[in-house]
Structure formats: structure tokens, C-alpha cells
């Protein structure tokens, strides 16, 4: 009997349920959906439709090279889902769950729609370690805290089963129409903004391969010492894709094995899974706090502030180097992702949100769960124990992070003439210093537009006077 093997984020052959299980059943048709309406405000970012391009062009020559070339359509999922059945008469549909709650409504959409027709809709385990709702509190909820969920995910997981990999995909007697991917317009042109990605990127379940080898072998054993220093190489670069579905969470989970260094990647493997279950149990979180009492936040956002932060051109060298890394790459190191957007929202008063929108259409790793959770781990309303007293101090994070300014001189080339000395805080150099560094602030490169140490205490104030914060006490400043 013929199914419908229908990719969302698990573009890739090995480790893929969804794909096996379609394989073993009979002729299958690979199907990928492009549906712009079912995610409503976050429907794919145009850095992630860029990576999606590639990835799909990836796959589609996978496929053809196993027998069964990849179908693509566009639009709403249950109505695809339901002509394709009808045109084909194929007689199931295989695909994997997704924990974004637009994603679990499409499916129980899909699954009326598919009710109307002659073939069952499957779904398998998602790109996940542990499935939602297998792993909670001793008394049963869930969990709400890093740490706890990581010591009992930990302490359960081993070396993962995988699923086997088709070698051979036996295609229908006639094979469905496709859109050409061209068609969709996925990469941009006019202005060709993404240019800068290529150079960075090899999306594609080769690609993922290559770069999990690499960091395992050449990586991970300095990976617990290097992975919060944006000037050196230190992290695996894997999250666009494993966000992609290029590569099973699985399968990066068994490759770090014991080796050294595993221990600290296996602990950022469980943020993701942890924020993956918040927006499970609490599908609210990209619009709004976890914790309800920062609900009202009274955001004073300075005029222009946004945009200065969005370019790049916020007179502190650490962040700027970070939004500059972002638009030029599609990418932005972790630790300064931090820096970045605690002085977004405590700085600035900008509500988290309109950060967590920019990181979405910027990130070519750009993931729903993560995106959320990590902004509101920032602006002290998410998933924390002592959250809304922590402000990054953007000079005191550069010079601990980036001690050189190795990596300000690469994205901000303006300042690259700058002694280490100046090149965190450059208000602070003498004029013939600047003058012999060819800076000319407010014209070469911005003044800070805001003072740190004020917009501290400002942020202080108005998050001491919120409900949540009378009953924490200030901890020591980052």
C-alpha cells in the first residue's frame, strides 16, 4: 500500500522514524508542505527560509538517489494532506510530532481532514530525547527549573536506539506532480541580504554529519573551557542543524558518548530538551511570561533604541559585534546572544518579545521552544530562580568573554585598530588615541546610546517595584 512520508523538521534519511516506518510499509511518496498559514506569526524566518532552500535541495537529492524523488507543495497542511491522498490513493500518512502548539493543532486538523478520506494518519516520536509528559516532578508536574529536570533526564539517558536508515525507497507506480523549489522563493534576491550565509553554512544531512565529526573529534574536550569565548571555535554549530531536523537529537546525544567534555555538551543537549517540554506544558510562552506576575511589565522603550540594537549601532562594541555576527551570518554566538539581549530588555526596557521576533526572522537556527524560553530566562519572567536582578554588564562580559577583542575587530572593523585596552569601552580612550585608531565617534562608529550604569539602576528600580520582586533579594551584578 502506498503512504505519504511527510517531512516538517526532520529533513534527513538516518535516525528518522517517520521515514522508516513509511519505507517498511510500501511505495512511499516523501512529501514536504510548505504551509505559511498554520504557524500564524511564526510561520519560517527569512534567515531559516534561506537554510530551508538548501536543506530541501539536500534531501530532494537524497531521495532521488534511494528511488522516490521528494514532492513539495505549498499551503495549508490538511488540505494538501487530503488532495494528495485523493490524487494518489495512498492509504497512510507517516510523520512525526512537533511540540509547537500550531504545529499539534495542524495535526489534529490534518487528522479530520484525512478522516474524510481512505487513508490514517501515523505520527512518530519527534527530534526529542525524552517524549513530553514522560518526564515530571516527584509530584507529578512539570518541571519548571533547569537544573532538577537535567539531573533526572540525566540520570535516565544512555546510548540512545536509533532507527535503521532506508537504503532503497519504492516509489508509486506514478508519481504526483511537484513544485519546482525555485517556485517558492525561499532565497532572497533583490536585496541578496543572505549573501554572507554560504560562506558560514553547508546545510544538508551531509553537512550536519561533517560538523558533528569535526566537533567530536576536534572540539569537545576543550569545548567545557571554550564554549563561552565568541574569539575561539569552541562550539559544535550544530543548531541550525539540528534545528533543521539534518541531524537526530539522538544521534548527537550518542556521538559525545563519555568522551571528555561530554558531560558539559550533554547539559546544553537538555536545554534544548528542556525548553522543548516548557512550550509543550505551556504552550503560552512565546507570547507571554511563564511566570504570570511579570505579565504587566511597564516597558519604557528610548526612541531609536530598537533599531540601534537591530543594526548593530548601540556604541557597545560586544553587542554590536554580536547583531553584526547575526546579520551577516544568520548566526550569533551564545554567550553574546546573552550579552545582547539582556542589554536589549534591561537596558533598554524593550519588551523581550520584540527581541525574540528579530532573533526569529535573523536565526538560521531560529527554533520556537528555544527562542522563547532563552528571552525569558533574560528578562527574569521564564523558567529561573533568581531572574529579574541579573543585568550583563556589556564591558565587564567583553573583557572576560573576549579578552582580546579578537572578536569585536573581526565584525566591527572600524575599531580593529583600537588597543585591547579601549576596544571594550572606546568613550574611554584620549582623543589622540582615537585619532591614531582613525575613530571618530558619532561618525565612524556610535557613541553608547545609552549610559549602562543608569539604565542599570533604572532597570532595578522598575523590576524591584513588580509583585515577583518583593520576594527576591539581589544577587551579585554579571
Known amino acids: 500500500m502506498t503512504s505519504i512520508a511527510w517531512f516538517t523538521n526532520d529533513l534527513r534519511l538516518a535516525d528518522n522514524p517517520m521515514l522508516a516506518m513509511a519505507a517498511a510499509s510500501g511505495p512511499v511518496i516523501p512529501l514536504f508542505i510548505l504551509d505559511d498559514e498554520s504557524p500564524g506569526p511564526w510561520k519560517t524566518g527569512g534567515a531559516s527560509r534561506w537554510w530551508l532552500h538548501h536543506s530541501l535541495k539536500a534531501l530532494a537529492s537524497s531521495l532521488a538517489a534511494l528511488g522516490a524523488p521528494l514532492i513539495l507543495r505549498r499551503g495549508p497542511a490538511p488540505q494538501i494532506l487530503a488532495d494528495l491522498v485523493r490524487e494518489t490513493g495512498a492509504k497512510s500518512v507517516f510523520t512525526a510530532h512537533m511540540v509547537e502548539p500550531w504545529a499539534r493543532q495542524r495535526l489534529l486538523d490534518c487528522g479530520s481532514a484525512l478522516r474524510e478520506t481512505s487513508a490514517a494518519l501515523h505520527t512518530t516520536p519527534g527530534n526529542l530525547l525524552l517524549a513530553p509528559g514522560t518526564i515530571s516532578t516527584a509530584s507529578g508536574n512539570p518541571f519548571r527549573v533547569f537544573t532538577p529536570f537535567y539531573r533526572k533526564c540525566a540520570a535516565q539517558l544512555g546510548i540512545l536506539p536509533l532507527h535503521p536508515t532506508p537504503t532503497t525507497l519504492v516509489p508509486p507506480s506514478v508519481m504526483p506532480s511537484s513544485d519546482p523549489l525555485s517556485s517558492w522563493s525561499l532565497v ?79 547539559r546544553e543537549l537538555l536545554w534544548r530538551e528542556f525548553c522543548q517540554h516548557l512550550l509543550f506544558h505551556f504552550p503560552h510562552i512565546p507570547e507571554s511570561p511563564l511566570n504570570p506576575r511579570f505579565e504587566n511589565i ?181
Open 188 to 266: 532572497p534576491t533583490t536585496p541578496d541580504w543572505a549573501f554572507g550565509f554560504g560562506p558560514e553554512w553547508k546545510p544538508g544531512e551531509a553537512g550536519a554529519a561533517t560538523k558533528l565529526e569535526s566537533f567530536i573529534s576536534d572540539g569537545m574536550a576543550t569545548y567545557p573551557e571554550t564554549r563561552d569565548r565568541p574569539d575561539f571555535s569552541g562550539t559544535s554549530r550544530l543548531s541550525p542543524h539540528i534545528a533543521h531536523g539534518e541531524i537526530s537529537i539522538r544521534q548527537v546525544w550518542n556521538a559525545a558518548g563519555d568522551a571528555a567534555g561530554s558531560e558539559t555538551f550533554h
Open 298 to 478: 511597564p516597558w519604557q522603550m528610548p526612541e531609536n533604541f530598537l533599531a540601534a540594537w537591530q543594526q548593530g549601532k548601540t556604541g557597545y562594541p560586544i553587542v554590536d559585534a554580536g547583531m553584526r555576527q547575526l546579520w551577516k551570518t544568520g548566526f550569533m554566538h551564545n554567550r553574546v546572544r546573552m550579552i545582547a539581549a539582556s542589554f536589549l530588555v534591561k537596558d533598554g526596557l524593550v519588551s523581550w518579545t520584540l527581541g525574540e521576533k528579530w532573533f526569529w526572522d535573523t536565526l538560521v537556527d531560529a527554533d520556537l521552544a528555544n527562542n522563547a524560553a532563552s528571552w525569558q530566562w533574560v528578562a527574569g519572567c521564564g523558567a529561573d530562580a533568581a531572574p529579574f536582578f541579573r543585568i550583563f554588564n556589556p564591558m565587564t562580559q567583553g573583557q572576560r568573554f573576549d579578552p582580546d577583542g579578537l572578536y569585536i575587530r573581526r565584525w566591527i572593523p572600524e575599531l580593529s585598530r583600537l588597543p585591547t585596552v579601549y576596544i571594550h569601552a572606546p568613550w574611554q580612550a584620549p582623543a589622540d588615541i582615537l585619532e591614531a585608531s582613525g575613530i571618530v565617534l558619532g561618525e565612524t562608529y556610535p557613541n553608547p546610546v545609552i549610559d549602562h550604569a543608569e539604565a542599570r539602576k533604572r532597570a532595578l528600580a522598575l523590576f524591584r517595584g513588580l509583585p515577583e520582586a518583593q520576594t527576591r533579594k539581589p544577587g551579585r551584578k554579571t
